[in-house]
């Protein structure tokens, strides 16, 4: 059952109940007020038409005694003088009626044993009219009588019939308007859950992107909010393992690629060698140097790749090192092959100590270095500057410099700016993963700059100390 039902039928229920329960409160309350006040009026009544009877009993008396001819007489002047609608009967001791204006004999049940000086109250239908019967026992003269009157409370029956009437009609005008305003209040209060409910099932169906637009200050408006939240959380989850997956297709392709077009020439060359005997010492020398380029991609391919392995499942401990000479030696190593490629290495070093891997971070550097190497610059700078408790370091160089859209995406494995560039120099696209990987480990972070035509610096932060 949905909750618009729910709270529909539950406050029809609640309306229901609260007004039979202030119908039935006060129908039976104005009709017990009245019952009360005939009780009342029978008992004065009684009391009088009983006076009036003691009265003629003892003047009709002789001795103290009272005849049955007296008795009767005195009965019977006491009759004439009640009113016409008020019913009496005299009885004598043995039950006898002595004056009676009941229509026959009326068999009240308890008369017999009324007390003597009390009054018994009685209700009873007789001839299709409600009547109060109010009996009591005395003695007067020697004589004990029952004195028994009746008076019509038919008008007391039919107002609470009349009462009971208009209230049926009242209550089925209350019934209606508070179905109406139950079914609005309904609708108002539920009309937020179906705005959230519609979002959910459009947010189920894929459309993360859909969010609940219910701001109420209640606990559905609050609601409303957590779902906000939980779907901003999935859908920035969703569009990282999005991200994830298109990187790992990139990162399969790529190896693929990168692994199936050197293996098909090298195969290929390799077997011309083996099956032509007629080859010339050029040509021989030319596919085998095609052999040999492609055979050191390949190692150095496999060796990154297995440096990035080993980055992503290991711990390393650093050691304070003096930074001067941790980059003499990364620019020593590194010169000859800038000189052979005609490039001019420079350095800046401030002395200072710094917290490293040393072979972690040697690997880091040579690969930033390597990169500008590649870009087509003629001067590359090395740079180490102590700034309070961090030292900076970075390499700049004045090549090509990286696209604004493609410098996101330069850390990602096997992403090139330029394949043709990169593999003729036999780069696989790992260079700047590895030198990423190798800086998170040292707490790092790389920075680019570059701008196209001018240069490329790439830096980034340790924790140093000055010597």
Known sequence: MKLFAKIFICTIAVITAALAVVGYVMISGSFKNAMEHEYENAEAEYQLVKFALQSGMLSGSENGSLTDEALKEAAEQTVSAVQRDTKIMVLSEDGTAVCSTFTGFLNLPGVDEVGEGKVEFHTGAENGSERLYSAGKFTQSGRTVTLLLSRDISRIFEEKRTMERSFLKTFAVAELVGALVTLGFSLY???????????TRAFAGGRHDERSEVRTGDEIGELSGSFNSMAETIEGTIQKLELSAKQQKDFTSSFAHEIKTPMTSVIGYADMIYQREDMTREETKN???????????????SQKLMELIVLEKQDFTLSEMPADEV?????????????????????????AYIRIEFDLFKTLMMNLIDNAMKAGSDTITVAGLLCGDKYRVSVADNGRGIPADQIERITEAFY??????SRKAHGAGLGLKIASEIAAVHGAELHFESELGAGTTVSFELKGAAE
């Open 416 to 421: 090139m700016v330029d394949k043709s560039r």
């Open 189 to 199: 209060i539920t009309r937020p859950i179906n705005k959230l409910t519609k979002s």
């Open 287 to 301: 596919a085998a140097g095609y052999i040999l380029n492609e055979g050191l991609r390949l190692e150095a391919l």
């Open 327 to 351: 980059m003499r030696d990364i620019i020593e190593t590194m010169r000859p092959a800038a000189e052979s490629k005609g490039i001019k290495l420079e350095s800046e070093v401030q002395s």
